[in-house]
């Protein structure tokens, strides 16, 4: 940076000076790099970098809190933790997710073998 560009180039200056003696100079805001810029085709061109796009930014889903048993939670913990080391890894809340449209399902008058069959195929399809 030139001495110009700096916009604490005359401190030193003013050290030891009175505030009337040295003139206030005017602090302006660096101006953006043109280049530096994305354009519309750069950024279809390239792959998006960062983490993907969680539940939490996804207007799909909301956060709903639901009050367990600490020991069911803990049973279902240890269950999904050996689920993942045998690489079968499963997300507690896509397991709830899962449970809840079951439910909503027999609800709505479907037939319960036909549900515990789907589910269960689609818990052995996951592995």
């Known amino acids: 940076m030139t001495e110009k560009d700096n916009a604490f180039h005359r401190i030193f200056e003013v050290v030891g000076q009175p505030d009337s003696e040295v003139p206030p100079t005017p602090i302006t805001s660096p101006q953006p790099l043109r280049e530096l810029e994305s354009s519309p085709e750069t950024e279809a061109e390239s792959p998006?970098?960062?983490?993907?796009?969680?539940?939490?930014s996804d207007p799909e889903f909301i956060s709903a809190i639901a009050y367990i048993k600490k020991k069911t939670h803990l049973q279902v913990k240890r269950l999904l933790l050996d689920k993942e080391e045998q690489g079968e890894k499963q997300d507690f809340s896509e397991l709830v997710q899962e449970l809840l449209e079951f439910w909503v399902q027999l609800q709505q008058g479907e037939e319960p073998k036909t549900l515990i069959a789907r589910f269960s195929d689609s818990q052995k399809s996951k592995k």
């Open 48 to 56: 998006k970098r960062g983490r993907p796009r969680g539940k939490k």
